[in-house]
């Protein structure tokens, strides 16, 4: 009887501390700010920066004492190709890399990689909003990753040290840097360039010291980090979108309280909004920037020009047909024939 009662006092109060330590932790949890860490690898006065410090802004503001965001911009966490692995293992909540990032995981995303695909930015917000984005981002639940949107950079252009860029032809030879996309090594090898894969962080020393010579990219990211000091000229092509998808773990996501899920997810639609408006100005502005610095030769090519740039790079939305999808090139193509 004795021993039967020890055991049954021995359990009361190891059911005591275990619930003492439950209500515990969750005081504690309660108690502190759930901490976003949200990873990125362009400068805070880029779109993308811009935007993700507003987003931590409105977040720490709101939801005081809830939750905590934390930006950690210029790849000071991870680099775009590694970020998603630490998304899936939780070392960091958000991150917002290059759509050409994704492709390993959602090949069908290469479609905002392709050249000359969206006729102006009102297609390619259609584009994202509609059945094609819903699809897409879908596609990403597969991975356990949630498409929480999708933020402009804006169109690229084209850098280097060789020479001028006024044809399709005179990309040819020209030792390019590109981020690891099956589409953009296609694109500039149908006009004859060589490409060379290379994380965003390396590009200005690579310039500088002639391992590539040259680079496409918006011109708010070659404003911010300077490449236009160590390229000679720059052509204004807007061949191709710069976009980023902004994603989390699903499942950090699900266990969010709904008060601060409903509350983020407010946010993100308010930023993506200001960034629709403001990452053209942005651009713009930098673009301005880099001429009156008198540094590099900015060209900007005639109609009949960028006419001869679809040309060329048609065939690469043709190779990738069957890759991406044709139900999606044609209905961004429906869409293009509407404008």
């Known amino acids: 009887m004795k021993e039967t009662f020890g055991k049954g ?12 330590l439950i209500f515990g932790v969750a005081g504690m949890v309660s108690a502190k700010p759930i901490k976003i860490r949200f990873s990125h690898v362009v400068a805070p006065t880029t779109p993308k920066g811009q935007a993700a410090d507003m987003f931590a802004r ?20 991870y680099t775009d190709k590694k970020v998603l692995d630490a998304l899936s293992s939780g070392s960091v909540e ?13 090949p069908q995303l290469q479609l905002f990689d392709l050249p000359f695909m969206f006729k102006n930015r009102e297609v390619l917000y259609q584009t994202m909003d509609g059945e094609v984005g819903r699809k897409m981002f879908k596609l990403l639940g597969k991975k356990n990753m ?5 933020w402009d950079n804006g169109f690229k252009q084209i850098g280097n040290n060789t020479r001028e860029i006024k044809t399709p032809a005179d990309l040819k030879g020209i030792k390019f840097r590109i981020m690891s996309s099956k589409v953009l090594e296609a694109q500039f090898k149908a006009v004859g360039g060589n490409p060379l894969v290379m994380p965003f962080s390396e590009v200005y020393s690579a310039l500088e010291q002639g391992v590539i010579d040259g680079q496409e990219n918006t011109w708010s990211n070659m404003y911010s980090k300077k490449f236009f000091e160590v390229q000679k000229y720059i052509t204004e092509t807007n061949h191709g979108y710069l976009g980023y998808l902004v994603v ?15 509350e983020l997810e407010s946010i993100m639609k308010e930023v993506t909004a200001w960034i629709r408006v403001n990452a053209y100005k942005i651009n713009q502005d930098m673009k301005q920037k880099i001429i009156d610095s008198g540094k590099t030769k900015v060209t900007e090519l005639t109609e009949a020009e960028k006419e001869a740039f679809r040309i ?24 293009n024939d509407k404008q």
């Open 58 to 77: 409105l977040a720490n503001e709101r939801l005081k004492g809830k939750v905590e965001v934390q930006i950690f911009p210029n790849s000071q966490l």
């Open 94 to 106: 958000m991150a917002a890399p290059s759509t050409a990032k994704f492709t390993s995981w959602v």
């Open 146 to 150: 949630l498409g929480l949107s999708m």
């Open 248 to 262: 989390t773990n699903a499942q950090f996501w699900a266990h969010l309280p709904k008060d601060v899920r409903t």
């Open 9 to 20: 006092m021995k359990s009361l109060v190891a059911a005591g501390v275990a619930a003492g």
């Open 312 to 335: 060329a790079f048609k065939p690469v939305q043709d190779e990738f047909r069957s890759v991406i999808g044709a139900e999606y090139i044609d209905a961004v193509n429906a869409l």
